[in-house]
């Protein structure tokens, strides 16, 4: 990894924020430029959404059958909500995977999938799930999630590079907590549980791009965005209110930063050590990133200068107290 870029950087916020429009920005950006003026390397990029999509897909094979969902109630939040660490541990392994060039080789990408979630919710506390099912079942939500899954598993390993030198991993997350909660969150909800759930050895190297929205404007963006014939979509899923009022009706980031021990970092104390995590917050309660889901010949050039501003002021914030 190059000293001119950031190693890692957690892309974090509410939902329809703006965090996979700025992924999408980045992209658009020359490499030379994104280095010297964002210190952000080619982007190598990792979400945890996929694994929300797939869930919630097994749990329509589930329904189909005439059986209980697994992972979620409906259109509701996580039947247990620690399985907000599940995620995290699934992108610790994709984190160490890609820095491994790990690739896979499996007859069936769904089973595998099955399987890497039973060992990331056990990371997590978590019983198995996949693994409690009986051969049959099993077998017939693989059948028909085998596309889904293949296409997970291509993707995250078509950015396998062949070395790191100027590379950044990009990850993205959201969190929050239910309407109306107090601060801090308890249990496992917002940054306060998730931050400590990455693995050591990525806090060690980690920054943190926060994007500030309103739960309001959260909600009003994400109805707005929702294309309900594209849900697997990073820029046009929509999600279901009650997960919006239940899960991400507060945002407790404000929070951290407003307590952690180090000017402009979030303290994170895990694995027995405390880490500062350098932090710059992107502020898009006025929304400046919307017109990045058009296509990029219909960028208005003022808008790109003001997220280009915003975006340049958060990452000097982030470079000025980063580990060099």
Same mark, same amino acid.
């Given at each position: 990894?190059?000293?001119?870029?950031?190693?890692?950087?957690?892309?974090?916020?509410?939902?329809?924020?703006?965090?996979?429009?700025?992924?999408?920005?980045?992209?658009?950006?020359?490499?030379?430029?994104?280095?010297?003026?964002?210190?952000?390397?080619?982007n190598?990029q990792?979400?945890?959404?996929?694994?929300?999509?797939f869930?919630?897909?097994?749990?329509?094979?589930?329904?189909?059958?005439?059986?209980?969902?697994?992972?979620?109630?409906?259109?509701?939040?996580?039947?247990?909500?620690?399985?907000?660490?599940?995620?995290?541990?699934?992108?610790?392994?994709?984190?160490?995977?890609?820095?491994?060039?790990?690739?896979?080789?499996?007859?069936?990408?769904?089973?595998?999938?099955?399987?890497?979630?039973?060992?990331?919710?056990?990371?997590?506390?978590?019983?198995?799930?996949?693994?409690?099912?009986?051969?049959?079942?099993?077998?017939?939500?693989a059948k028909?999630?085998?596309?889904?899954?293949?296409?997970m598993?291509?993707? +995250? /390993?078509?950015?396998? %590079?062949? &070395?790191?030198?100027?590379? =950044?991993?990009?990850?993205e997350? $959201?969190?929050?907590?239910?309407?109306?909660?107090?601060?801090?969150?308890?249990?496992?909800?917002?940054?306060?549980?998730?931050?400590?759930?990455?693995?050591?050895?990525?806090?060690?190297?980690?920054?943190?791009?926060?994007?500030?929205?309103?739960?309001?404007?959260?909600?009003?963006?994400?109805?707005?965005?929702?294309?309900?014939?594209?849900?697997?979509?990073?820029?046009?899923?929509?999600?279901?209110?009650?997960?919006?009022?239940?899960?991400?009706?507060?945002?407790?980031?404000?929070?951290?930063?407003?307590?952690?021990?180090?000017?402009?970092?979030?303290?994170?104390?895990a694995?027995?050590?405390?880490?500062?995590?350098?932090?710059?917050?992107?502020?898009?309660?006025?929304?400046?990133?919307?017109?990045?889901?058009?296509? +990029? /010949?219909?960028?208005? %050039?003022? &808008?790109?200068?003001?997220m =280009?501003?915003a975006?340049?002021? $958060?990452?000097?914030?982030?470079?000025?107290?980063?580990?060099?």
């Amino acid at each position: 990894m190059s000293k001119k870029v950031f190693k890692t950087v957690l892309l974090i916020a509410l939902p329809a924020s703006g965090k996979s429009e700025v992924r999408h920005f980045m992209a658009n950006i020359e490499p030379e430029r994104l280095e010297n003026e964002f210190h952000i390397g080619d982007n190598l990029q990792l979400d945890d959404f996929p694994y929300v999509h797939f869930m919630r897909c097994i749990d329509d094979e589930m329904v189909k059958l005439g059986k209980d969902p697994i992972f979620y109630p409906g259109q509701n939040p996580f039947i247990d909500n620690y399985d907000w660490g599940t995620l995290v541990h699934l992108l610790n392994e994709d984190y160490h995977d890609l820095l491994n060039r790990k690739r896979v080789k499996t007859d069936s990408p769904a089973q595998y999938l099955f399987d890497r979630i039973d060992r990331a919710g056990a990371a997590a506390g978590l019983p198995p799930r996949m693994a409690l099912l009986d051969e049959e079942t099993r077998a017939a939500i693989a059948k028909n999630l085998e596309p889904e899954a293949m296409k997970m598993l291509e993707e +995250k /390993e078509s950015q396998i %590079p062949d &070395d790191f030198t100027n590379k =950044t991993i990009v990850i993205e997350c $959201a969190r929050g907590g239910p309407d109306g909660s107090p601060m801090p969150l308890t249990g496992a909800y917002g940054y306060q549980y998730t931050l400590p759930q990455f693995a050591p050895d990525l806090l060690e190297e980690a920054a943190i791009l926060y994007i500030w929205v309103t739960p309001e404007e959260s909600r009003r963006k994400n109805n707005e965005r929702a294309n309900p014939d594209d849900p697997g979509s990073n820029l046009f899923h929509g999600v279901p209110m009650s997960v919006m009022l239940g899960d991400y009706g507060v945002d407790d980031m404000q929070y951290l930063i407003e307590n952690s021990e180090v000017k402009d970092t979030v303290t994170v104390k895990a694995y027995g050590k405390t880490y500062h995590l350098p932090i710059g917050v992107f502020d898009n309660r006025v929304d400046k990133t919307s017109f990045l889901r058009k296509d +990029k /010949e219909a960028w208005d %050039p003022q &808008d790109v200068a003001k997220m =280009t501003e915003a975006v340049k002021e $958060a990452t000097d914030k982030m470079w000025a107290g980063y580990k060099k």
